[in-house]
């Protein structure tokens, strides 16, 4: 486990996260969209409004996508009986800013401007050449109990690729 206190500046960060993901909630019952490029269409530029790198705008987008689909799943099984989603927990989800340099973890706070977490040796063997992809205020780079990470914990692997039986062109391999 990472013990880590965070600094006014990444509290700050963590905060603005948790609101682009709640603004893109309230547009996505207002709007109704049905998938995330039409949820990302109708909120992405509102998101111009934090000062965050564009980065998070889109994780902040998917993730509200992902929380508005589980709460219409909801409201088809309870008969419109569902609360209204928002989320509460401070956390912090990225695809591409994150990375671990050596022993420190870069996260991108600004356009060219980072912070720098020191990583314990525990946490650097459990990501064990892994990107993460996940940070939250309260357990910071845990992974499950299991043998593998979390679907969303991790960056994903480059894709193998492969000879299709001598003709020279290369295929990606199959997504698992």
């Given at each position: 486990?990472?013990?880590?206190?965070?600094?006014?500046?990444?509290?700050?960060?963590?905060?603005?996260?948790?609101c682009m993901v709640n603004d893109c909630v309230r547009?996505?019952?207002?709007?109704?969209?049905?998938?995330?490029k039409s949820l990302s269409m109708k909120a992405y530029h509102q998101l111009s409004a934090y000062?965050?790198?564009?980065?998070?705008?889109?994780?902040?987008v998917?993730?509200?996508?992902?929380?508005?689909r589980n709460y219409r799943k909801e409201l088809k099984k309870r008969n419109r009986?569902?609360?209204?989603?928002?989320?509460?927990?401070?956390?912090?989800?990225?695809?591409y800013g994150f990375r671990v340099i050596h022993r420190l973890l870069r996260l991108p706070i600004r356009k060219g401007e980072y912070?720098?977490?020191?990583?314990?040796?525990?946490?650097?063997?459990?990501?064990?050449?892994?990107?993460?992809?996940?940070?939250?205020?309260?357990?910071?780079?845990?992974?499950n109990r299991g043998n593998r990470p979390r679907r969303g914990d991790w960056s994903r692997p480059q894709r193998r690729q492969r000879h299709d039986r001598g003709l020279g062109r290369r295929y990606p391999a199959p997504r698992p």
């Open positions: 486990m990472q013990n880590y206190r965070p600094t006014e500046e990444i509290l700050s960060l963590l905060e603005d996260f948790r547009i996505g019952l207002k709007e109704n969209p049905t998938s995330m000062d965050v790198p564009t980065c998070y705008r889109l994780t902040a998917s993730r509200a996508a992902g929380i508005l009986s569902a609360t209204v989603p928002y989320v509460t927990r401070l956390s912090l989800t990225d695809c912070v720098f977490i020191v990583l314990n040796d525990h946490t650097l063997r459990s990501i064990g050449g892994h990107t993460p992809r996940e940070w939250s205020e309260h357990q910071p780079l845990e992974r």
